[in-house]
């Protein structure tokens, strides 16, 4: 077993007359220890911590100070740092990476930071990070180097401090083996099952025995002595009639009045075997609606049927499966919705949590201590009976250090609601009243991957069903369900923010196909009052399905998409906008059947339809961009991509201005008129010329041109100019190649 600290006392070595200590240890063991206590990654506060930023300087970016962990190694930079980016190659985009390398090799044994350059290619990939042998690297950043480029811009630089596999947070416990504690649980399980068996049977034998030996079998007692007592009347029968027979012979002449006699006792004696009839039929009937008597037993092997029949319905194969299945669904419903509560230790009477995670005096309120929320078992909290007004918390959340992070519930009074925690969150304290008992447990109820929303029917604290919907989309989207259906015939006045998720599909209610041609009246209407900055906003997700959603009167953006993968969006439509229509950066996605109109407010120099910047794959078809401040479409930077089909008009520049400033767009079937350009190209100087194709589109009524060609080579194939004040225009070594078409 490896331990410290120790002390490590000095001694002298007699035959080298050297000192030596007792209890010297190399750097490596003590990294082992560390690395039980902490993970790789750099902490998680300041914000600012190893944030990578441009520098001043042309081609440099800067590091702010921090600390990291490596494999046990810790890292300390306690001054900025400005660090140098290669120059750019000439003919190829390329991605540095810049990285804490930590270095055991005996000539170096330091921890510091780098670039490691990547290889310049058409489709740049960032490097591969260094962990073997005596170096072990993470990645703080990603620079995106431009070809011909000679200045860093911010918008080039992408922080992966966040990203688990390149670098992440120092956490204190990444995992938990739980194989002990489970191997209890199923201990108590299997006792559990073992004596409910043991009560069972008890219970059954002594219901044998207030039923004598069981029902089935006193009634068929009861039976068997109907059928002996009618045997004995019809024996009597028999005598009887005999009997008269006799008498009928004997006494026919003399004695009519011995014959009417006989005549009534044998009309009673048939009543009376009809009626043991009837009473045997009934005794039958009952033994088979209580009791299965198999063929040939008697009273000893009879079985309750209804005991068989579970509240549900379920016909089960025996009395005994019943009970048993019954009792172990029953136990996985309760373990499925228990509560889990938290503890929330010694309350601290006459405080309240303040807006920075500390207390402050009240006379009325009382402070919990700190409730470890790490081992969670949901990332969903639920806290009744907490205090929020003025400036009290009813909520604060802290990291693993018990480093004030955030807090919920300020302004309004506020008594029950619902926190999602974030990864790095680890505890939380809560506000009440002196009076009030607080509490705060986990929500451990299933959730379910449908949910359904209705503003005019709805209420955020149903469960989301069908006939009890939410009020608002963000609650849907906050509870964790991945399709997500919203009432169309209502109007929302709620942004919806989605933030680091995946697989999330939001939908009229009743629209359930891909057909991405949809009548107005089915939209999802998203009103922001000019007050609220976006309608739709997404940071950081992947595989996210939006289908006829409307937004209007924002501050800002109507949509909002920053580095997204795989993003559907059909049939969305944004206007009367401040900015841009859609703004998308860092986007890899399909647009269809999507509108943007009343772009731009006139106060601005620039608001586009669809605003497409950094890097990404795009492709637009049949969207249609009109009465925008400055273009309909276009595209920026390394973006790549298809316009295909389409309208573009009345804009203030170009109804199509892709590509422009490096980024390689082709376009297709499109129409674009009234406006300044029909197509509009520009380069930024120092920027490599590119070529982009432009088939099949009609360009008309344009006030400066039809296709403006300024640093691109346009490769034309059967397009159609008319009515342009110029067809084409040319400039900055711009080329407009013509191949079949009509001008």
């Given at each position: 077993?490896?331990?410290?600290?120790?002390?490590?006392?000095?001694?002298?070595?007699?035959?080298?007359?050297?000192?030596?200590?007792?209890?010297?240890?190399?750097?490596?063991?003590?990294?082992?220890?560390?690395?039980?206590?902490?993970?790789?990654?750099?902490?998680?506060?300041?914000?600012?911590?190893?944030?990578?930023?441009?520098?001043?300087?042309?081609?440099?970016?800067?590091?702010?100070?921090?600390?990291?962990?490596?494999?046990?190694?810790?890292?300390?930079?306690?001054?900025?740092?400005?660090?140098?980016?290669?120059?750019?190659?000439?003919?190829?985009?390329?991605?540095?990476?810049?990285?804490?390398?930590?270095?055991?090799?005996?000539?170096?044994?330091?921890?510091?930071?780098?670039?490691?350059?990547?290889?310049?290619?058409?489709?740049?990939?960032?490097?591969?990070?260094?962990?073997?042998?005596?170096?072990?690297?993470?990645?703080?950043?990603?620079?995106?180097?431009?070809?011909?480029?000679?200045?860093?811009?911010?918008?080039?630089?992408?922080?992966?401090?966040?990203?688990?596999?390149?670098?992440?947070?120092?956490?204190?416990?990444?995992?938990?083996?739980?194989?002990?504690?489970?191997?209890?649980?199923?201990?108590?399980?299997?006792?559990?099952?073992?004596?409910?068996?043991?009560?069972?049977?008890?219970?059954?034998?002594?219901?044998?025995?207030?039923?004598?030996?069981?029902?089935?079998?006193?009634?068929?007692?009861?039976?068997?002595?109907?059928?002996?007592?009618?045997?004995?009347?019809?024996?009597?029968?028999?005598?009887?009639?005999?009997?008269?027979?006799?008498?009928?012979?004997?006494?026919?002449?003399?004695?009519?009045?011995?014959?009417?006699?006989?005549?009534?006792?044998?009309?009673?004696?048939?009543?009376?075997?009809?009626?043991?009839?009837?009473?045997?039929?009934?005794?039958?009937?009952?033994?088979?609606?209580?009791?299965?008597?198999?063929?040939?037993?008697?009273?000893?092997?009879?079985?309750?049927?209804?005991?068989?029949?579970?509240?549900?319905?379920?016909?089960?194969?025996?009395?005994?499966?019943?009970?048993?299945?019954?009792?172990?669904?029953?136990?996985?419903?309760?373990?499925?919705?228990?509560?889990?509560?938290?503890?929330?230790?010694?309350?601290?009477?006459?405080?309240?949590?303040?807006?920075?995670?500390?207390?402050?005096?009240?006379?009325?309120?009382?402070?919990?201590?700190?409730?470890?929320?790490?081992?969670?078992?949901?990332?969903?909290?639920?806290?009744?009976?907490?205090?929020?007004?003025?400036?009290?918390?009813?909520?604060?959340?802290?990291?693993?250090?018990?480093?004030?992070?955030?807090?919920?519930?300020?302004?309004?009074?506020?008594?029950?609601?619902?926190?999602?925690?974030?990864?790095?969150?680890?505890?939380?304290?809560?506000?009440?009243?002196?009076?009030?008992?607080?509490?705060?447990?986990?929500?451990?109820?299933?959730?379910?991957?449908?949910?359904?929303?209705?503003?005019?029917?709805?209420?955020?604290?149903?469960?989301?069903?069908?006939?009890?919907?939410?009020?608002?989309?963000?609650?849907?989207?906050?509870?964790?369900?991945?399709?997500?259906?919203?009432?169309?015939?209502?109007?929302?006045?709620?942004?919806?923010?989605?933030?680091?998720?995946?697989?999330?599909?939001?939908?009229?209610?009743?629209?359930?196909?891909?057909?991405?041609?949809?009548?107005?009246?089915?939209?999802?209407?998203?009103?922001?009052?000019?007050?609220?900055?976006?309608?739709?906003?997404?940071?950081?997700?992947?595989?996210?399905?939006?289908?006829?959603?409307?937004?209007?009167?924002?501050?800002?953006?109507?949509f909002s998409f920053t580095n997204c993968e795989n993003l559907k969006c059909f049939s969305c439509v944004t206007h009367d906008t401040f900015m841009d229509g859609f703004k998308l950066t860092n986007?890899?996605?399909?647009?269809?059947?999507?509108?943007?109109?009343?772009?731009?407010?006139?106060?601005?120099?620039?608001?586009?339809?669809?605003?497409?910047?950094?890097?990404?794959?795009?492709?637009?078809?049949?969207?249609?961009?009109?009465?925008?401040?400055?273009?309909?479409?276009?595209?920026?930077?390394?973006?790549?991509?298809?316009?295909?089909?389409?309208?573009?008009?009345?804009?203030?520049?170009?109804?199509?201005?892709?590509?422009?400033?490096?980024?390689?767009?082709?376009?297709?079937?499109?129409?674009?008129?009234?406006?300044?350009?029909?197509?509009?190209?520009?380069?930024?100087?120092?920027?490599?010329?590119?070529?982009?194709?432009?088939?099949?589109?009609?360009?008309?009524?344009?006030?400066?041109?039809?296709?403006?060609?300024?640093?691109?080579?346009?490769?034309?194939?059967?397009?159609?100019?008319?009515?342009?004040?110029?067809?084409?225009?040319?400039?900055?070594?711009?080329?407009?190649?013509?191949?079949?078409?009509?001008?």
């Amino acid at each position: 077993m490896q331990g410290f600290p120790f002390d490590s006392y000095l001694t002298w070595n007699e035959e080298t007359h050297l000192p030596s200590y007792d209890r010297g240890v190399s750097s490596k063991p003590l990294r082992n220890l560390i690395g039980q206590l902490f993970t790789t990654g750099v902490m998680p506060n300041p914000s600012n911590n190893l944030q990578v930023h441009a520098g001043t300087d042309g081609m440099t970016v800067v590091v702010s100070p921090g600390f990291a962990v490596i494999e046990g190694g810790l890292c300390l930079e306690e001054n900025s740092r400005t660090l140098a980016i290669t120059a750019s190659d000439p003919q190829f985009d390329r991605i540095d990476t810049v990285v804490v390398r930590w270095n055991e090799n005996d000539s170096v044994r330091t921890a510091d930071l780098h670039v490691v350059q990547g290889v310049p290619a058409q489709n740049p990939i960032r490097p591969t990070l260094t962990r073997e042998g005596s170096i072990y690297e993470i990645g703080i950043a990603d620079i995106f180097v431009t070809k011909g480029v000679t200045t860093i811009t911010n918008e080039k630089i992408t922080d992966t401090r966040m990203e688990s596999a390149r670098c992440g947070i120092v956490s204190s416990v990444s995992e938990w083996d739980t194989t002990t504690i489970y191997q209890q649980i199923q201990g108590e399980l299997a006792k559990f099952k073992s004596d409910e068996e043991v009560a069972f049977a008890n219970w059954f034998d002594y219901m044998k025995d207030q039923l004598s030996e069981d029902a089935a079998g006193r009634l068929q007692a009861e039976v068997d002595d109907l059928d002996n007592a009618k045997a004995d009347k019809t024996e009597i029968n028999d005598l009887a009639t005999e009997k008269a027979d006799k008498t009928e012979v004997n006494q026919l002449a003399t004695d009519k009045a011995d014959k009417t006699a006989l005549e009534t006792e044998t009309l009673t004696r048939a009543s009376a075997d009809s009626d043991l009839n009837s009473a045997i039929a009934v005794e039958r009937a009952r033994i088979d609606n209580i009791a299965s008597l198999p063929s040939g037993s008697t009273s000893g092997d009879a079985e309750l049927i209804d005991i068989r029949v579970g509240e549900d319905g379920t016909i089960y194969q025996s009395a005994g499966d019943a009970v048993r299945g019954q009792v172990s669904d029953l136990k996985g419903h309760l373990n499925a919705i228990r509560e889990v509560y938290l503890d929330p230790g010694a309350f601290t009477n006459g405080k309240y949590l303040n807006g920075v995670g500390g207390l402050s005096d009240d006379a009325g309120s009382k402070v919990s201590d700190f409730m470890y929320v790490g081992n969670r078992v949901t990332d969903i909290v639920e806290l009744k009976n907490v205090f929020a007004r003025g400036s009290r918390a009813a909520c604060a959340i802290y990291n693993s250090s018990q480093t004030f992070i955030r807090y919920v519930g300020t302004g309004t009074e506020t008594t029950n609601f619902t926190i999602i925690l974030n990864p790095d969150e680890q505890y939380i304290r809560i506000t009440a009243k002196i009076a009030d008992t607080p509490r705060a447990y986990f929500n451990k109820i299933i959730r379910r991957a449908n949910a359904y929303v209705s503003n005019a029917n709805g209420d955020d604290s149903n469960d989301g069903t069908l006939y009890a919907p939410y009020k608002t989309i963000q609650k849907a989207v906050d509870n964790g369900h991945k399709n997500i259906f919203v009432d169309a015939t209502s109007e929302y006045s709620n942004r919806v923010y989605l933030h680091n998720l995946s697989d999330i599909t939001i939908q009229p209610w009743y629209y359930r196909t891909y057909d991405t041609s949809m009548p107005d009246n089915t939209k999802i209407k998203i009103n922001c009052n000019n007050s609220i900055n976006s309608g739709v906003i997404l940071n950081q997700c992947s595989n996210i399905t939006l289908i006829g959603i409307e937004t209007f009167n924002t501050t800002q953006y109507g949509f909002s998409f920053t580095n997204c993968e795989n993003l559907k969006c059909f049939s969305c439509v944004t206007h009367d906008t401040f900015m841009d229509g859609f703004k998308l950066t860092n986007v890899d996605g399909v647009f269809e059947n999507c509108i943007a109109y009343n772009v731009g407010d006139s106060s601005l120099e620039h608001a586009d339809g669809f605003n497409i910047h950094g890097y990404g794959t795009t492709s637009f078809k049949n969207c249609i961009a009109h009465d925008c401040l400055d273009d309909g479409i276009s595209h920026h930077d390394a973006c790549t991509g298809v316009i295909d089909g389409g309208e573009y008009y009345n804009c203030g520049k170009g109804g199509v201005a892709s590509p422009t400033h490096g980024a390689q767009i082709n376009v297709y079937n499109v129409r674009s008129h009234h406006n300044a350009y029909g197509l509009y190209t520009a380069l930024e100087e120092g920027k490599t010329q590119k070529n982009s194709i432009i088939s099949n589109c009609l360009f008309h009524d344009n006030s400066n041109a039809g296709i403006l060609a300024n640093g691109y080579t346009l490769i034309g194939f059967n397009n159609v100019l008319r009515n342009n004040a110029r067809g084409t225009q040319t400039l900055s070594d711009g080329t407009y190649i013509i191949y079949e078409s009509n001008q």
